[in-house]
């Protein structure tokens, strides 16, 4: 996965669709962290056809894009 994104690239392959937003886990049963991961997993997994093998696969400017989306404060 390439490690810089501009942002129409962020908006275009890793908005969360309103359907997508359905099937994360719902806050009230769920930490934060484990929202985020699903649905940084989930957009990963669309754009490269895989999950991550490592943490730093995925880079911080695509998960800060995602817990923004989401309302949740993510630091690197």
Do not use: C
Request: aromatic fraction near 14%; charged fraction near 20%.
């Amino acid at each position: 996965m390439k490690r810089q994104w501009e942002a129409f690239e962020l908006i275009e392959h890793f908005t969360l669709l309103p359907s997508e937003q359905e099937i994360l886990p719902s806050k009230g049963n769920t930490t934060a962290a484990n929202q985020l991961g699903f649905a940084v997993l989930l957009k990963f997994f669309q754009s490269e056809g895989r999950f991550p093998s490592q943490l730093h696969e995925v880079p911080f400017s695509i998960v800060s894009f995602i817990a923004k989306q989401l309302d949740i404060p993510y630091e690197q």
